[in-house]
């Protein structure tokens, strides 16, 4: 029987033998059912919850990407006769929180055990692991390649962890881009960065194919109007809100993706360019961590793209690799040392992060560039996100804490297992090396031979002191100043230690000077 009750207060009722917990992020009814679901007996449980959205101050893109998925996938679960119980954001009788709606669900429906795929973020999984009101099992989430008992087995005996080790297991063990030996990699090397990372010459990117736009049905226009009556101070805007929120959109998303960005993805991943916020990424990071998309499917797609002689190796290694390897590996992390991990400040940073992150409101060109495309649309690439707004904090000093809230806060594909780590250990490195051999960090000169910014940018990269000096150069130079012992002592920074060496000490002080500035004027250049 068809059932959907809006509100925890519907009047009828249907026995339920088990109630089967749906986390916002666990979107697939595959993993439903195989942690065993029956529509026969069981019910389903969803529940919108604003302190899911005020913990971290949530951008509104990244909070209704959240609410449209999991109100398709409510009514595709209902369409298909599973009894579903959902709690809206805006019910007036809400209690705002997640187990303060799961402790009415299980008065309510009484059921003898609650069933829930472990969340992907440890405070919640601690939550509900407390609960005692009524017998659980907490299944595995079979959505990722690497459980968490092999990646234990891959780290049990390092005495460090590399991403490129893990990753060339994870193609052996999985047959991904392996040779019919079933050890050596495809194409006779495990990585193509030499043909990859290039930018684009002074004419730009010219026309890019556009990803899959969805014009938001009336679904997602009502939880975007819960969420404007709910959290209405909260930062971004849902006018640009776009992005595929079923599993049939995010499947056209990628067959989008693997026909039309998947053969230059590896060249110009690293690039950016002024007002192009899509270049040839595949913006299936949101599809992927809701659970709208398996990646194995997507690995197999790229992969099968390749065989057909539609994308070069190049590209379609350097797209898995970022599946297969990262995406896993990050994840292997998280689970691995957290909590302690989020507490971990190895460069014993402590600014507050500026204001202007949360408005874009900033003159240097390339941040509030970076900034404006977040707010407005909940994403970035990676290179934006590692080499522009985590590098000016990271050379900022900013506390590493505050980087990971605002990381968490903005993205439509922030989810905590993903975001920490490559915020906290890839982008600010305060976790000591965890998790990158080395700091992220560079001039503006980086940017400015990726991208476009610099040119329209009041402030000149190659310069390190004065009014005119890029503060990226400043700051650069200011925090190997501040690090140099730590830096002196990596093989691969030394070099740079040697550089600042040859300052003279009036240079320096120019440096040291215009850094202070920067920082008393809330990282905003006077
Ligand atoms: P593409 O460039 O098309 O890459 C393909 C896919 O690979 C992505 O969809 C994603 O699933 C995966 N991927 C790529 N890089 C990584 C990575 N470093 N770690 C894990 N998976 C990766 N990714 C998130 O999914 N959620 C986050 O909250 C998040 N926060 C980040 C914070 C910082 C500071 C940094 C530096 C990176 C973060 N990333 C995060 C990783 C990466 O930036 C995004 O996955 C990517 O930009 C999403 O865009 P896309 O789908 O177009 O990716
Ligand atoms: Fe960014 Fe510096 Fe380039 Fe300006 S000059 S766009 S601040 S890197």
């Known amino acids: 029987m068809l059932q959907r009750f809006e509100t925890l207060n519907a009047a009828s009722r249907e026995p339920c033998r088990h109630?089967?917990?749906v986390l916002g992020d666990q979107l697939s009814a595959t993993d439903l059912f195989a942690t065993g679901f029956d529509p026969k007996w069981d019910w389903v449980l969803m529940v919108e919850a604003k302190a899911e959205s005020t913990y971290v101050w949530s951008t509104k893109p990244r909070t209704l990407m959240f609410l449209a998925a999991m109100r398709h996938f409510a009514d595709e679960l209902v369409a298909t006769?599973?009894?579903v119980l959902y709690q809206r954001l805006d019910a007036p009788d809400h209690t705002g929180t997640l187990l303060g709606e799961l402790e009415r669900a299980l008065v309510w429906l009484k059921p003898a055990a609650l069933h829930l795929i472990e969340p992907g973020e440890w405070r919640l999984r601690a939550e509900i692991s407390a609960i005692q009101s009524v017998p659980m099992t907490l299944h595995e989430d079979p959505h990722f390649l690497c459980s968490h008992t092999?990646?234990?087995a891959h780290a049990n005996g390092r005495k460090q962890l590399r991403m490129e080790y893990f990753y060339r297991e994870m193609r052996v063990r999985?047959?991904?881009?392996?040779?019919?030996d079933g050890k050596t990699p495809e194409g006779g090397a495990w990585n193509f960065d030499h043909d990859n990372r290039g930018s684009f010459d002074a004419r730009g990117p010219g026309l890019v194919p556009p990803p899959t736009f969805v014009a938001p049905d009336a679904t997602t226009l009502a939880a975007s109007a819960a969420i404007a009556a709910v959290l209405p101070d909260h930062p971004g805007h849902t006018?640009?809100?776009?992005?595929?929120?079923?599993?049939?959109?995010?499947l056209e998303s990628l067959d989008r993706f693997i026909r039309q960005r998947l053969p230059l993805f590896g060249q110009y991943q690293d690039a950016m360019w002024t007002g192009e916020t899509w270049l040839y990424h595949s913006h299936l990071s949101a599809a992927l961590n809701l659970k709208l998309l398996n990646p194995r499917e997507v690995i197999a797609a790229a992969e099968a793209a390749y065989h057909r002689g539609d994308a070069p190796l190049s590209s379609v290694e350097g797209f898995i690799r970022q599946i297969l390897g990262w995406r896993e590996y990050v994840r292997g992390i998280y689970w691995r040392f957290m909590p302690e991990y989020l507490d971990r400040n190895a460069l014993?940073?402590?600014e507050p992060l500026p204001a202007w992150y949360w408005t874009g409101n900033v003159s240097m060109r390339c941040l509030s560039d970076v900034i404006t495309q977040t707010l407005q649309h909940g994403y970035a690439h990676h290179i934006q996100r590692l080499m522009v707004t985590g590098l000016y904090a990271l050379l900022l000093g900013v506390d590493p804490k505050a980087v990971h809230a605002w990381y968490l806060a903005v993205y439509v594909d922030a989810v905590e297992w993903v975001e920490l780590p490559n915020t906290l250990g890839m982008s600010q490195y305060a976790d000591g090396g965890g998790m990158a051999s080395k700091p992220y960090i560079a001039s503006g000169k980086y940017i400015q031979r990726m991208s476009n910014y610099c040119t329209n940018c009041r402030f000149n990269p190659a310069l390190a002191s004065g009014v005119k000096a890029c503060p990226f150069t400043t700051l650069y130079w200011q925090f190997i100043d501040r690090h140099r012992d730590m830096l002196a002592a990596n093989p691969r920074l030394a070099m740079q230690v040697r550089n600042l060496d040859r300052f003279s000490d009036d240079a320096l002080a120019a440096i040291r000077d215009r850094a202070d500035a920067i920082r008393r004027s809330g990282g905003q250049p006077p």
């Open 150 to 152: 092999q990646f234990a």
């Open 348 to 350: 014993a940073a402590a």
């Open 81 to 83: 006769g599973v009894r």
């Open 19 to 21: 109630l089967h917990w």
């Open 174 to 180: 999985e047959r991904v881009l392996i040779s019919k």
């Open 239 to 250: 006018e640009h809100f776009a992005w595929p929120v079923t599993r049939a959109q995010a």
